[in-house]
Nanobody, 116 residues
């Protein structure tokens, strides 16, 4: 069974940093591009960043470009999101899933709150 366990969220002041982790299981992790998504209250789920199977040439949404860095460890079936220079508008629940045809069973996500 496919499973995602996200962690690392929390409350941080504007300008601060957090590192999110997502442990994946139940599928061949190394064969799939992986992404982080986020959903703020009252908004649609948004694609944040994608890392290809090789870990190179990641792609970012315009709102997080130059502030966030996505990476992966295929040996650990884990994808990471380093978030720097956080802004209040980054407040959301963050999820990971594969990029193309996301699995229907999403994880519980990890809450990120940016506030002074």
């Amino acid at each position: 069974q496919v499973q995602f366990v996200e962690s690392g969220g929390g409350l941080v002041q504007p300008g601060g940093s957090l590192r999110l982790s997502c442990a994946a299981s139940g599928f061949n992790f190394g064969n799939h591009a992986m992404s982080w998504y986020r959903q703020a209250p009252g908004k649609e789920r948004e694609l944040v960043a994608t890392v290809p199977t090789t870990g190179r040439s990641a792609v970012y949404g315009d709102s997080v470009k130059d502030r966030f860095t996505i990476s992966r460890d295929n040996a650990k079936n884990t994808v990471y999101l380093q978030m720097n220079s956080l802004k209040p508008e980054d407040t959301a629940v963050y999820y990971c899933n594969r990029r193309f045809t996301p699995f229907s069973n999403w994880g519980q996500g990890t809450q990120v709150t940016v506030s002074s």
